[in-house]
């Protein structure tokens, strides 16, 4: 049977497309898999401003509070996870929860060669290999100067880590909006850092920092002495649930970028 020189041309054509495709696909880089992890939520840190005066660097006075539950680190893994989604649609999102106390207290020192992390690291690569992640978001806490926002300046002394409640007795403010004064305030804060994590060499590809806080004051509040007060327990909860999830998400979306 003779084939035209027009139906040559074609069965030509269709195979170096066929060909052409298929090398396509094949330099296409695998979609990432990425496994969060967060170690931010084993304990709140109750940090008072003490009222005195002097020289001191940290004129606070600090209570941990350990939290055995794991719901602000699960709120900070799903706050990543949905800054994955968002930053890299076609990556796969594993979410890992580990609870031993020594990896809380390694954090990203973890990634750090030595006899201190060495092993942790290496439990934590066989983890995350066995769950076929290419990647982790690791979330851990980061210490930083205690800077919570007013509205047109900042107010805070010292250092905090992590996640907690900021409380000063003795902040004198005023309502911009009413003109309405009060005494003290306390600020629910979450200091993150976001780093992401090469599985197959737990090396960091990179990292960004993240930073939330919400003020509560009794200004307005006739039924508050104080601002410890103007705030029930559940209403404490879902403000430092919701600074986690703000800082996490925000500096996830940022390091996501990086793949």
Known sequence: ????????????????????????????????????????????????????????????????????????????????????????????????????????SLQDRVLEPGPASDGMREALQALLLKEKATHLMLVTKRRDNAQFRMIDSYTGDGKVSGMGIYIDNTKDLQSETTGQSGTGYFACYAYVKVTLVDVATMRSLGARN???????????????????????????EDNLVRVAEQAVFRATLEVAAVL
């Not at 052409?20 to 496994?35: M, N, Q, V, W, Y």
């Open 210 to 236: 993240g930073t939330e806080s919400v003020m509560t004051t009794p200004i307005g509040r006739n039924d508050a002495s104080t601002a410890w007060d103007a705030l029930s327990a559940q209403g404490k």
């Open 1 to 104: 049977m003779n084939i035209s020189l027009q139906a040559r041309r074609a069965l030509l054509l269709a195979s170096l497309l066929a060909l052409s495709l298929a090398s396509a696909r094949a330099a296409e880089p695998p979609k990432p898999t990425i496994a969060v992890l967060s170690l931010i939520g084993d304990e709140l840190t109750l940090v008072t401003r003490r009222m005195s005066t002097g020289s001191q660097l940290d004129r606070n006075d600090r209570q941990a509070i350990p939290i055995a539950n794991p719901a602000f680190d699960v709120a900070a893994a799903v706050a990543a996870e949905r800054a994955i989604k968002q930053a890299l649609p076609s990556a796969e999102r594993i979410r890992v929860s580990v609870r031993d106390q020594r990896l809380f």
